[in-house]
């Protein structure tokens, strides 16, 4: 077999997703930076922009499966490209709502719209970046690619939010969106011109194509993929809602992305209003705890495969990272009995190291998938999840609204972590693969 030193040309395609996935997840939390500002700018209350919040994940969760299917139907590339420039267009239109002359009312459904729509041309994004990683990487090096551009999502709340927190502060809300419109723009020409199939690419060397090829890349998935004609019966999707592991782990997925949800939406708002923040000061720290998620991340991922490697079993080597990392993540509320800031920061510093630390439920989900539906399986998982990001931010806004305090929303959060707990502690039992389907 050849080694790894004969190419590193699938390397450059992982960056090309990681940078995609980071500006993703930039586009989804523009809108968490400017919140302040477009309260007082448009003058809606703290549960409208909760429900602004909330439109995305709508769209984000409805849109999951067909967006999986989409990518399996027409290609990575040309889904994932066209995705990229919808996005990018529903944020640019994010920032023209201040200079359209909108009532409250006017500007709170303009942007639930926009919001909508930016979920449901998201969707199809980490289905892409699975099936580049399926089709450029051997089975050896397919885990880590996989927690690096889940990862992007923390490293896009480290680059971007204390340069949105500045373009805020200088040029006015509008300009985030406008900004990172134009780069979503950008970025979607640059993958169309570079982005090629493994077969198709002029600068994969032979030996690493063989290299790739041999340790289990799927290398002609898309000269396959007209060819291939799976069919899935309604009996067989049925058996996704009926296995009690599977539940285990759609609740675990729903319950780490209410922490996520609290971190890209209300988190620089209560840095704001709750702890008596400048938006400049807000953009900085609140890359902090991303860094943290970032490492945790990594490690977790790490720790289980470790976990596997010194012969312990995979049920055992996915479940405790996460119950470890939830169980983290509930030191947020601890931030209700102190008045320093520092001292807030590092707890939630700590909370987001846990929900990285945590984030294994998609090497979970491919333990248990059956091996037919791996990815319809993937989509209803992170499907179900994402109704936390309608839920989440809808109830936050709500309880600060009504309380006009945060204490009661980091308890909401905090709750989170220990029904992740429960669900992978006690509903589920011991992870091994769903053979029911053939």
């Known amino acids: 077999m050849s080694t790894p030193r004969n190419g590193r040309r699938r390397f450059l395609v992982l960056a090309m997703i990681f940078g995609l996935t980071v500006i993703n997840y930039a586009d989804r939390s523009t809108m968490s930076i400017a919140g302040t500002s477009i309260l007082k700018s448009l003058d809606i209350n703290p549960v409208m922009l909760g429900v602004i919040f909330s439109a995305f994940a709508?769209?984000?969760?409805?849109?999951?499966?067909?967006?999986?299917?989409?990518?399996?139907?027409?290609?990575?590339?040309?889904?994932?490209?066209?995705?990229?420039?919808?996005?990018?267009?529903?944020?640019?239109?994010?920032?023209?709502?201040?200079?359209?002359?909108?009532?409250?009312?006017?500007?709170?459904?303009?942007?639930?719209?926009?919001?909508?729509?930016?979920?449901?041309?998201?969707?199809?994004?980490?289905?892409?970046?699975?099936?580049?990683?399926?089709?450029?990487?051997?089975?050896?090096?397919?885990?880590?690619?996989?927690?690096l551009f889940n990862s992007a999502q923390y490293m896009a709340v480290v680059i971007f939010t204390p340069l949105?927190?500045?373009?805020?502060?200088?040029?006015?809300?509008?300009y985030v969106f406008i900004i990172m419109g134009v780069l979503g723009f950008i970025a979607g020409a640059g993958w169309f011109m570079?982005?090629?199939?493994?077969?198709?690419?002029?600068?994969?060397?032979?030996?690493?194509?063989?290299?790739?090829?041999?340790?289990?890349?799927?290398?002609?998935?898309?000269?396959?993929?007209?060819?291939?004609?799976?069919?899935?019966?309604?009996?067989?999707?049925?058996?996704?809602?009926?296995?009690?592991?599977?539940?285990?782990?759609?609740?675990?997925?729903?319950?780490?992305?209410?922490?996520?949800?609290?971190?890209?939406?209300w988190f620089p708002i209560y840095l704001i209003q709750g702890r008596g923040m400048s938006i400049m000061q807000a953009g900085w720290i609140a890359a902090l705890p991303a860094i943290c998620g970032f490492l945790g991340g990594i490690s977790g991922g790490a720790l289980s495969d470790l976990m596997i490697r010194k012969g312990i079993h995979a049920s055992a080597a996915r479940k405790t990272p996460f119950i470890i990392g939830m169980l983290l993540s509930t030191t947020l509320v601890l931030?209700?009995?102190?008045?320093?800031?520092?001292?807030?920061?590092?707890?939630?510093?700590?909370?987001?190291?846990?929900?990285?630390?945590?984030?294994?439920?998609?090497?979970?989900?491919?333990?248990?998938?059956?091996?037919?539906?791996?990815?319809?399986?993937?989509?209803?998982?992170?499907?179900?999840?994402?109704?936390?990001?309608?839920?989440?931010?809808?109830?936050?806004?709500?309880?600060?609204?009504?309380?006009?305090?945060?204490?009661?929303?980091?308890?909401?959060?905090a709750a989170h972590g220990i029904l992740g707990i429960f669900s992978y502690s006690i509903i589920a039992t011991r992870f091994r693969r769903i053979t029911d389907v053939e």
């Open 335 to 413: 931030a209700n009995f102190t008045e320093q800031n520092t001292l807030v920061i590092a707890l939630m510093s700590l909370a987001f190291l846990g929900k990285g630390f945590a984030a294994i439920g998609w090497a979970a989900v491919s333990d248990v998938a059956p091996p037919k539906m791996i990815g319809l399986c993937g989509g209803v998982f992170n499907g179900l999840g994402n109704i936390a990001g309608i839920i989440t931010p809808i109830v936050i806004g709500y309880v600060v609204n009504v309380t006009g305090s945060f204490s009661l929303a980091l308890w909401f959060v």
């Open 164 to 174: 949105m927190g500045i373009i805020v502060h200088e040029l006015g809300w509008e």
């Open 58 to 147: 709508w769209a984000y969760a409805i849109g999951q499966i067909p967006g999986g299917w989409f990518v399996d139907r027409f290609g990575a590339k040309r889904v994932y490209g066209i995705s990229i420039i919808l996005w990018s267009t529903c944020t640019l239109l994010q920032g023209v709502t201040g200079w359209l002359g909108f009532s409250a009312m006017s500007a709170v459904v303009f942007l639930f719209i926009v919001r909508f729509l930016l979920g449901l041309v998201e969707s199809p994004a980490f289905p892409a970046n699975s099936r580049v990683v399926s089709c450029w990487f051997p089975t050896s090096e397919r885990g880590t690619a996989s927690a």
């Open 194 to 265: 570079f982005y090629r199939d493994p077969k198709q690419d002029r600068h994969i060397s032979p030996e690493e194509l063989a290299f790739m090829e041999e340790g289990g890349a799927l290398v002609n998935i898309e000269q396959n993929r007209r060819e291939k004609k799976t069919r899935i019966s309604l009996n067989e999707i049925m058996i996704l809602f009926k296995q009690r592991n599977l539940w285990a782990l759609y609740v675990g997925q729903y319950c780490i992305t209410a922490l996520t949800y609290f971190f890209i939406t």
